[in-house]
């Protein structure tokens, strides 16, 4: 099984910054791999995903995240964070293409600051 | 939009206690999960089942057992509560079939304190 690793548990950062979160995963030859937000209060939801061909991944409000192969990362960025942008980001993998369990990270919380 | 519902979003349980969390989802996915979120855990996969009436231990399914009789529910069964499963429950849902894997849609949670 994968294992996923999130190198920041915690980012603070003031708003309209730029903010990039860490994800790493345990290598194997195909992986399928995601970003979730969590919101205070919520259940997760999906920001966006890599399963092939450009490994620069948009997804929605403004995220965006680049896979690379040799490096086995997969981190996500946002060049100008707001404050609706608190929360907490959940990096996942899965390896298999007909393996819909998914392997989570610990989470990052991001905290944007006025 | 798909939805996924949880019966309680708080739920307080004392030890020992036969526990029912509910879950429904809406938009007639072949897939349902049971995880429980902890603080510097990340989400852990307690059970996974891909049909009715079939299921499958994901990686902590200790003391924990599920049921799915319809295909829109899925319930998780604490048989003998304890102290230590106090925590955060994520129900998800996802289509199945070829052409995964797909994303996963969660429910909002349910707050289980066992006292």
């Known amino acids: 099984a994968q294992s996923v690793t999130q190198l920041d548990s915690q980012v603070p950062v003031f708003e309209e910054a730029p903010v990039e979160l860490r994800c790493n995963y345990s290598s194997s030859v195909s992986v399928y791999l995601f970003w979730y937000v969590q919101y205070p209060n919520q259940g997760l939801q999906l920001l966006l995903k890599y399963l092939s061909g450009s490994t620069l991944v948009k997804g929605i409000n403004g995220f965006e995240a680049e896979f690379n192969k040799s490096q086995t990362s997969f981190h996500l960025r946002k060049p100008s964070v707001h404050i609706s942008d608190t929360a907490e980001y959940f990096c996942?993998?899965?390896?298999?293409?007909?393996?819909?369990?998914?392997?989570f990270g610990a989470g990052t919380t991001v905290t944007v600051r006025a | 939009d798909v939805k996924v519902t949880q019966s309680s979003r708080y739920l307080v349980k004392r030890t020992g206690e036969k526990v029912f969390l509910e879950c429904v989802q809406d938009?007639?996915?072949?897939?349902m999960f049971w995880y429980r979120q902890d603080p510097g855990l990340g989400l852990r996969l307690i059970y996974f089942?891909?049909?009715?009436?079939?299921?499958e231990k994901g990686d902590i399914p200790e003391g924990y057992s599920v049921s799915r009789e319809k295909k829109e529910r899925f319930s998780l069964i604490l048989e003998s509560a304890s102290t230590n499963q106090t925590s955060m429950y994520l129900c998800?849902?996802?289509?199945?079939?070829?052409?995964?894997?797909?994303?996963?849609?969660f429910g909002p949670g349910t707050r289980l304190t066992v006292t």
């Open positions: 089942s891909y049909d009715v009436k079939m299921k």
């Open positions: 996942a993998v899965s390896d298999g293409w007909d393996d819909y369990k998914l392997s």
């Open positions: 998800a849902s996802s289509p199945g079939g070829a052409g995964g894997p797909y994303e996963q849609y």
């Open positions: 938009m007639d996915h072949e897939n």
